[in-house]
């Protein structure tokens, strides 16, 4: 199992940016991003495929958020433009051991590794 680090949390004004790294101590395969405010189940944000040629988002950050990687890294990226005060929350990176089709990297459960969650406030 891989140790996961997620970095580039912090406070931002609503309209502004942030970038959100992942870092793996090994070889991932589908990697995600999910979100999780205070009272709520954490929810998916954004995933990709091992060869970064696939990806797929919640329709909540569709044209706003960016899921990128670097496999010679082994390093996932999440850039986030035109944030909201309801993207407030804390963002957590997971991986796979396998490559996830479409459906199945929305589900938390298909996700082996998880780091300990970056906090992204954005105010208004």
């Known amino acids: 199992q891989v140790q996961l680090v997620e970095s580039g949390g912090g406070l931002v004004q609503a309209g502004g940016s942030l970038r959100l790294s992942c870092a793996a101590s090994?070889?991932?395969?589908?990697s995600g991003w999910f979100r999780q405010a205070p009272g709520k189940e954490r929810e998916f944000v954004a995933a990709?495929?091992?060869?970064?040629?696939?990806?797929n988002y919640a329709d909540s950050v569709k044209g706003r958020f960016t899921i990128s990687r670097d496999n010679a890294k082994n390093t996932v990226y999440l850039q986030m433009n035109s944030l909201k005060t309801e993207d407030t929350s804390v963002y957590y990176c997971?991986?796979?051991?396998?490559?996830?089709?479409?459906?199945?990297?929305?589900?938390?459960?298909?996700?082996?590794?998880w780091g300990q969650g970056t906090q992204v406030t954005v105010s208004s």
């Open positions: 997971a991986a796979a051991t396998r490559n996830l089709n479409f459906g199945a990297a929305l589900r938390r459960i298909m996700y082996d590794s």
């Open positions: 990709i495929s091992l060869s970064g040629n696939s990806t």
């Open positions: 090994g070889r991932t395969f589908s």
